[in-house]
């Protein structure tokens, strides 16, 4: 369809011809709370078989609180985790879908924030960090996570030449100092958990090998605290 199609036909469009169209115009196409409750609840709102999820770049993966409201977001991470298994590089993100006060919350708090690292504000440089990954997602503690290969320092939604060892080193940050102690901090290798250790002082620190994606989580007994994207050594 042409974007006019897209935007003002009264017509049912396949999703997948909507989401062509869409990234033909250099806009990204985002799937949302994939699992959420559909029909009779919520028509439109539960992702189907009929979209070619080549096609997505975002895909929602934590939607309001992690337990509980609609949607079911351990299905929506498992699956955006089996698309980076399968070969597929959509970008994580996290919405509070905000339509009223009662989806308000303060940060740090129970609902998530899509932190881009972007060279600035404006749409097109914030546009170009979430395209290449360079995103987390937190309910209010900061992320710093990066690898050294080589002595090379690399970091979120980048790309380097695999090496026999990888130090990845992650440095946790919060106004509420609570919230991320006794936090565990998980290290993810070509979408399988690696290893696990416990934050101190803030940091924590692993050493891995080969090539792969990476990535860590941040979690305490109640749900992720912080939810990172992936750096790619090839």
């Known amino acids: 369809p042409t974007s006019s199609e897209v935007t003002s036909s009264r017509r049912v469009l396949d999703p997948t011809r909507v989401a062509r169209a869409i990234r033909e115009q ?3 196409f985002t799937l949302t709370h994939p699992y959420n409750l559909g029909d009779p609840i919520c028509t439109g709102c539960r992702f189907t078989s009929s979209l070619d999820v080549a096609d997505v770049d975002l895909v929602e993966i934590w939607h309001r609180r992690w337990i509980g409201d609609s949607a079911d977001n351990v299905a929506a991470r498992a699956l955006w985790n089996d698309m980076w298994k399968r070969g597929l590089r959509p970008v994580a993100v996290g919405v509070r879908d905000w339509h009223n006060k009662n989806h308000e919350a303060p940060l740090p708090g129970p609902l998530p924030t899509t932190v881009v690292h972007a060279r600035s504000l404006e749409q097109r440089d914030l546009l170009a960090g979430l395209k290449r990954g360079a995103v987390y997602i937190t309910r209010g503690p900061t992320l710093d996570f990066t690898v050294v290969v080589d002595g090379q320092r690399v970091g979120l939604g980048d790309n380097a030449r695999a090496s026999s060892r990888v130090e990845v080193d ?5 106004v509420d100092r ?4 006794r936090a565990r901090v998980e290290l993810h290798k070509n979408g399988e958990l690696a ?3 416990e934050l101190v002082d803030g940091k924590a620190k692993f050493v891995d090998g080969g090539a792969g994606f990476y990535r860590v989580e941040v979690w305490r007994d109640d749900g992720p605290l912080v939810l990172a994207n992936h750096i790619v050594l090839a």
């Open 26 to 28: 250099g806009a990204l």
């Open 170 to 174: 992650v440095v946790v940050d919060c």
């Open 195 to 197: 290893q696990t250790t």
């Open 178 to 181: 609570d919230l991320i102690e």
